[in-house]
């Protein structure tokens, strides 16, 4: 086993109805900026949900954020973060907006001129603001880990970002609201959070037969419980992928042993130049 | 599965040698509380490399935490926490320190008559004091839960307690210190660990396939490495030993699952009675 260092702070509120602990997880009173995509969460109840359990918050909302997020819409919320003081970013549901919403935390109390440069050139980050994430695409595992990926539209690129204080403090997965999503995204869902697995386990080999076995688990649950998301009524595996998604890559089977990534990268440069779905570049990629 | 919160900040400082960054995890001028059992540690060397890691720190020690730590001793050593002003207390090696941290940590800031009492009646714990552990013998997996098993010598009883803020702040595993312990001392620590395991999985079934997975590989893993721990030059089955302990018993196998834990509860009279090793009596309890 390689030396390593594992810390996973976000507290993970999971189960079906789970939703409804936001207003126990931010403090009345917070200014909240609710970070959210195309709007799905209006059609899918969740937004409601969500704006009632915040009904004692200041809450902002800032939509739009795309399916691969954007530099430049993130610093267009940076404004509206500055602007109105904001003091946590809710990411909601899909690793996209929790990818944008830890980045977005990261860089709206920066004061420099481009934040991406400074970011890459690792300028100092001193304060970054606190992030929470409500999930429905069990996927990334975005939820809980500090890596966000953001396309940078003009200059044509994808890249992975990491700031452990962007981890989310919380976390809600609540299986339910994945059948909000359609067969496609469940299944890009499956495919990512299997190639995260791969990542780290079909490296060089070292003693390391809990990390390893841990692996075998998730991807043999993936196989055997993926599939049968296509049946919208079935609450058993809605609740297991999205444990197994979350598990895959939160840091505890890739401690200690070597990680790849390269089909991740080379993924990353497909979509940022032809945009296709993230999962559907790694299923083309990994070998 | 059952809805379920969790969460386990804990640093884990995991590998051969990690002993020394106690160096960067406890900040210079620190008011330490080096709390230890036996004296072990003197002889093995773990005293010096822990005291030249925090050469910057004042330093005060408290030994003779027994192996079922004991609430009378545990008082003691609060008066000496209130006297000295210390701000963490770092349990040195093995679980009953680790445990014996925890609930110092615990009862020293409080101002009560019968602390005992005071907690069990859920009595109000304003402050907690941050604890580091230093682990030699991987079982209990106190170093990365909230969990402290107390015996009161004057009543002849032995009890479970929980303090999520008395989880450690920082948790170092260094493999290489288990070569300081007896064979006795490892065949213990493996049964404690998979009976951990055994408490989270023999109950009653629910739809976990990841728990219960993760569970299979941690017990085939110390049924597999735990005997090869008599060969004491056997460095990859000290640190997969001390892995799938941790892994037992911080909270992720159980999550979401029915958990038992009545073999604990009668092993622990039994201790408390019978002065039996702590493992033996779970391992005449189990079923």
Redesign the interface.
Known sequence: ??????????????????ISTLSQLVSPGTRVLLLYGGGSIKRNGIYDKAMAALRDCEVTEFAGIEVNPVYETIMEAAAVVRMKGIELILGVVGGSVVDAAKFLATVAPLNVGDAWDYILARGEVSTVLPVGAVLTLPATGSESNPVSVISHRGRRLKLPFAEQRARPRFAILDPDTMTSLDIRQLQNGVVDAFTHVVEQYLTLPV?????Y??S???M??LI??GPRLVDRNDA?AR??VM??AN?ALNG?IG??VPQDWSTHMIGHAITAIYDIDHARTLSMVMP
């Open positions: 086993m390689i030396q390593f260092r594992l810390c996973n702070p976000t507290e993970i509120v999971f189960g079906a109805g789970q003693n390391a037969p809990v990390q076995g841990f075998d688990v998730l043999r649950t055997e419980w058993e609740e297991t444990w197994a598990q505890l401690a200690g």
